[in-house]
């Protein structure tokens, strides 16, 4: 039986290779911060239970 060897993909050389290592990676711009102290993030179960009963 063969034998199976797990390894990342090779790259092909095409006229693309090296095209996505030329672009500019894009600044991700956050809003700034605040004082807020109410705030309940969605990770956070109900209360009163899964269906607001």
């Given at each position: 039986?063969?034998?199976?060897?797990?390894?990342?993909?090779?790259?092909?050389?095409?006229?693309d290779?090296?095209?996505?290592?030329?672009?500019?990676?894009?600044?991700?711009?956050?809003?700034?911060?605040?004082?807020?102290?109410?705030?309940?993030?969605?990770?956070?179960?109900?209360?009163?239970?899964?269906?607001?009963?």
């Open positions: 039986m063969r034998e199976i060897k797990y390894c990342p993909p090779k790259k092909n050389g095409g006229k290779s090296g095209a996505d290592l030329e672009k500019p990676t894009p600044e991700i711009i956050l809003p700034p911060p605040t004082n807020a102290t109410n705030v309940i993030p969605d990770e956070v179960p109900r209360q009163d239970g899964p269906g607001g009963e």
